[in-house]
Nanobody, 117 residues
Framework: QVQLVESGGGLVQPGGSLRLSCAAS????????LGWYRQAPGKQRALVAS???????EYADSVKGRFTISRDNAKNTVFLQMNSLKPEDTAVYYC???????????WGQGTQVTVSS
């Protein structure tokens, strides 16, 4: 089992920045990919960014150049630095972990990010 605890969401004005953190515990040593998804009202949950244990990174086109994902393997923590935030970035952001050898996904409880003036 893996437990994921997110922090760092909140309200920010357009053009502002936020940093999300997600701490993994439990069988976190076996995590292959850590990442962030988001879900806006009326929309499906979608990938924002992911980073593998080998350091491979993927971003959604809509956040490239504005968001940066990073991972501290020693602390089993993943970060999402979000800059130049736009109102369309408003969503609940979920931390996600995938364990390849078990083919299993884990999700955090979600943290609200609201971009509004």
């Amino acid at each position: 089992q893996v437990q994921l605890v997110e922090s760092g969401g909140g309200l920010v004005q357009p053009g502002g920045s936020l940093r999300l953190s997600c701490a993994a515990s439990g069988s976190s040593f076996s995590i292959t990919v850590l990442g962030w998804y988001r879900q806006a009202p009326g929309k499906q949950r979608a990938l924002v960014a992911s980073i593998s244990s080998s350091g491979s990174i993927e971003y959604a086109d809509s956040v490239k150049g504005r968001f940066t994902i990073s991972r501290d393997n020693a602390k089993n923590t993943v970060f999402l630095q979000m800059n130049s935030l736009k109102p369309e970035d408003t969503a609940v952001y979920y931390c996600h972990a995938y364990i390849l050898r078990r083919n299993v996904d884990y999700w955090g409880q979600g943290t609200q990010v609201t971009v509004s003036s």
